[in-house]
């Protein structure tokens, strides 16, 4: 069983870039959601695909968006990065069984380490 | 009022020592409650999964939760220096986890 997968693990922007992260969800996993980790700080969730449809989204501008592709790997794209934006961006994985049910357990990657400079 | 505040420590102990981590949360609608720990560098690794008040008991971790206070508890015996990491509390809802800010904690030998 292969865990979570995530590229790349560190990425140096300039603000006003953008910047694309992938992940590849655990094996037998149909939803995945990502979460910015700021420094000191506990995981803040972005939002969650579900049969690649985003599934609930967090307090992130529009210029956060992703994608979930039939394999269930998924991108999270971020225009127009801010210095605020330099963060541990993690990917995660579930089983759920319908859309917007209480959530399973996730299973995160070890994420992208992403500094806006 | 955030929607789960967690004791921010950091906390040190000897090894052997029982080590207590606590949580609170504000929104009674979901039930289910997790507990992360998270090494350096790493991403968060699952270590308890509970939906119901009461312990639950995996090895030297102990999972606790009181709906009645809305409060959510780790225990650690037997503490290891293998256990310093940073520990995160959650709250599960729909289609999210809302997790506590983490607690760092360091065993030392």
């Known amino acids: 069983e292969t865990g979570v997968t995530q590229s790349p693990t560190h990425l140096i922007k300039t603000r006003g870039q953008q910047v694309t992260l992938r992940c590849s969800s655990q094996?037998?996993?149909?939803?995945v959601s990502w979460y910015q980790q700021a420094l000191g700080q506990g995981p803040q969730f972005i939002f969650q695909?579900?049969?690649?449809?985003?599934?609930g989204r967090g307090n992130f501008p529009p210029r956060f968006s992703g994608l979930q592709f039939p394999n269930y790997s998924s991108e999270l794209n971020v225009n127009a990065l801010e210095l605020d934006d330099s963060a541990l961006y993690l990917c995660?994985?579930?089983?759920?069984?319908?859309?917007?049910?209480?959530?399973?357990?996730?299973?995160f990657g070890n994420g992208t380490r992403l500094t806006v400079t | 009022q955030k929607e789960v505040e967690q004791d921010p420590g950091p906390l040190s102990v000897p090894e052997g020592a029982i080590v207590s981590l606590n949580c609170t949360y504000s929104?009674?609608?979901?039930?289910?409650f997790m507990w992360y720990r998270q090494y350096s560098r790493k991403g968060p690794e699952l270590l308890m999964y509970?939906?119901?008040?009461g312990n639950k008991e995996d090895g030297r971790f102990t999972a606790q939760v009181d709906k009645s206070s809305k409060y959510i508890s780790l225990f650690i015996r037997d503490s290891q220096p293998s256990d310093s990491a940073t520990y995160l509390c959650?709250?599960?809802?729909?289609?999210?986890?809302?997790f506590g800010q983490g607690t760092i904690l360091t065993v030392h030998p």
């Open positions: 995660a994985s579930s089983l759920n069984v319908r859309s917007l049910a209480p959530q399973a357990p996730l299973h």
């Open positions: 094996s037998g996993h149909n939803t």
């Open positions: 695909y579900y049969r690649e449809e985003e599934n």
């Open positions: 929104n009674s609608a979901f039930q289910y």
């Open positions: 509970t939906y119901s008040s």
């Open positions: 959650a709250r599960s809802g729909k289609g999210k986890l809302t």
